[in-house]
């Protein structure tokens, strides 16, 4: 029997048309808008911009004629026309109309999308030029192009939502560039810090388990969410001090705060500059204790021990980034947990993904083919282990979009590591002058190579920090403190439990004196002497 032709009174998208007046030339549908249709060209496969198809990307192609020419093999999206639709009539028409099927025409409206996502980012949001006393120097911002725009509109076409194949993508590179053997997303660096202590606290790790009471060793002058989750997860946090220049923990505070409670070490690499990785990496050795580096404000930045260089985020037994707009790469919010144990992986996957004890991904079932034959002691046996939880967790997936957008940044990585040391080099060299007068400039811990994340200062005693905030902030450029200075201080810490076993003055001083000011690859020469030439103006006037 043969097959039968869909009677098309109205053309709809996909139909192959053409204009009464000129019967001889095809023109596909692209959108219809009351009377008007809006049509593409065919064009021959070697025409620049065509995008091809093939004989089996047609629909009812009985609908053609005997005698019509053959279909041109590719759709040329660059030339775009209006047609009254009352001028449509089916291409070469026999019976009913022939069409580009629906995978043909996923891709032809994508081509459509990316084109118009590039435009869009020229158009709008390309860097306008700088000037002084007028445009801002924000301290961070996020540095895109035309290419996460077109990412992110294939991701939203998809319309998978959760996470997908960019985000299993985004993963395995991420974990490639960083060295280590698994990589997971999740919605943020906060949640990355939280799984990150959730995971030490798991079963699974038996005698190395820990537990409430037990102690964590960190720093008390930083961001709170690294401390936050300590506390949350009834540990103690045990603070040691940090020092100027280079901003980091005392190295031998932390072999010296070790006690019986001790299970961890717990720290980030402030402002992109990483700690003494020798010093306390030796202390968790010696010690049997967990080490997990907070990278959120540190991608990109390496450490060398014994002459062999590493990124951050790849000597702890877990590492956590952040991909807010801020930081070193976005992908708007965001975050990650990285190892190499696959037994860490499996409890922070579980964690992250409701708890679940079932490894399958969104979409995605019986991957293990055994769905239904597990058993476990107080559930009825065979039961759907979808629904199997072997932990207390959360859910902190990432959508597949956020991954889009992060994966076409991770192309822009080691540009953007450049860019960072450049600018770190230029203040250093602009302000290298005041160094140990009135000001402190920022050092590199030994052995390292900062992915600097922003360019701290500290001002003498006896020089106001408050009166040189609002001058530059007068002059449109932007300022941050060192976060919370000292955590131990800040409301949410009042009755919280910890040890500051040696002091905190050089947190304290940090508190008081110390600021930073922006260095992020989004600023230009131009606006990073304008910010060096304020300070060192304005500090010559106090």
């Known amino acids: 029997m043969p097959r039968r ?91 009913g109309c022939a069409r580009l099927g629906g995978s043909a025409m996923d891709r032809v409206l994508r081509r459509m999308g990316r084109q118009t996502s590039r435009a869009h980012y020229a158009a709008v949001h390309a860097p306008r030029p700088f000037e002084p006393g007028v445009s801002a120097v924000p301290v961070s911002g996020k540095c895109w192009g035309a290419e996460e725009m077109e990412n992110l509109t294939e991701a939203s076409l998809d319309f998978w939502l959760t996470a997908g194949r960019f985000c299993e993508a985004f993963e395995k590179r991420f974990a490639a560039i960083l060295g280590r053997k698994h990589a997971l997303a999740v919605n943020s660096g906060s949640s990355a810090n939280l799984l990150a202590m ?96 907070d990278s959120c404000d540190a991608l990109g930045s390496t450490y060398a021990i014994n002459g062999g ?3 951050c985020g790849a000597f702890g037994d877990l590492a956590t980034f952040s991909f807010y707009p801020a930081h070193h790469i976005t992908m708007g919010e965001g975050g990650a947990v990285v190892c190499d144990n696959p037994l860490l992986r499996k409890i922070v996957l579980s964690l992250r993904d409701w708890g679940r004890d079932c490894w399958c991904p969104p979409g995605k079932d019986d991957t293990c083919s055994h769905r239904y034959e597990w058993k476990f002691p107080l559930l009825p046996a065979g039961y759907d282990h979808k629904y199997v ?27 953007f590591t450049a860019r960072r040391r450049k600018n ?25 190579a900062p992915s600097w994340f922003g360019y701290l200062l500290t001002l003498a005693p006896g020089i106001s920090r408050q009166p040189l905030l609002e001058f530059l902030n007068s002059r449109h450029i932007g300022t941050r403190l060192l976060f919370a200075g000292n955590m131990t201080k800040q409301p949410c810490f009042e009755n919280v439990r ?17 600021f930073w000011v922006g260095l992020y690859p989004g600023l230009s020469e131009d606006q990073i002497a304008y910010t060096a030439e304020s300070i060192s103006g304005w500090l010559a006037a106090c």
């Open 498 to 514: 910890y040890r500051a076993p040696f002091g905190l003055d050089g947190t304290d001083a940090i508190m008081e004196r110390t």
């Open 389 to 415: 939880y072997s932990h207390l967790g959360y859910n902190l997936k990432i959508s597949d979009m956020q991954a889009a957008v992060g994966l076409a940044q991770l192309d822009r990585l080691e540009g």
């Open 424 to 448: 770190f080099s230029l203040l250093q060299k602009a302000l290298g002058p005041l160094d140990g007068k009135k000001i402190l400039l920022p050092q590199a811990t030994p052995n390292s």
């Open 198 to 293: 959730s995971a030490l606290a798991s079963p699974l790790l038996k005698e190395r388990q820990m537990r409430p009471g037990d102690e964590v060793i960190t720093v008390a002058a930083g961001f709170p969410t690294t401390v936050a989750p300590i506390v949350q997860m009834g540990f103690v946090p045990v603070f040691v001090d940090v020092t100027a220049p280079t901003y980091n923990a005392v190295a031998e505070q932390v072999a010296e705060a070790v006690s019986p409670k001790t299970k961890a070490i717990f720290m980030a690499h402030t402002l992109g500059n990483p700690f003494d990785l020798a010093a306390v990496k030796a202390v968790a050795e010696r010690h049997g204790l967990w080490l997990v580096e």
């Open 5 to 95: 032709v869909r009677d098309y009174s109205m053309h709809t998208i996909g139909d192959i048309v053409c204009a009464a007046e000129s019967p001889e030339t095809p023109l596909l549908v692209l959108e219809t808008a009351g009377t008007t249709l809006r049509v593409a060209a065919f064009c021959g496969a070697a025409a620049e911009g065509a995008l091809p198809f093939g004989p089996e990307d047609i629909e009812a192609p009985e609908a053609l004629a005997a005698g019509t020419p053959q279909l041109p093999e590719a759709v040329d999206t660059w030339s775009i026309s209006r047609l009254a639709a009352v001028r449509a009539q089916a291409w070469g028409c026999a019976q």
């Open 309 to 311: 260089s590493r990124m």
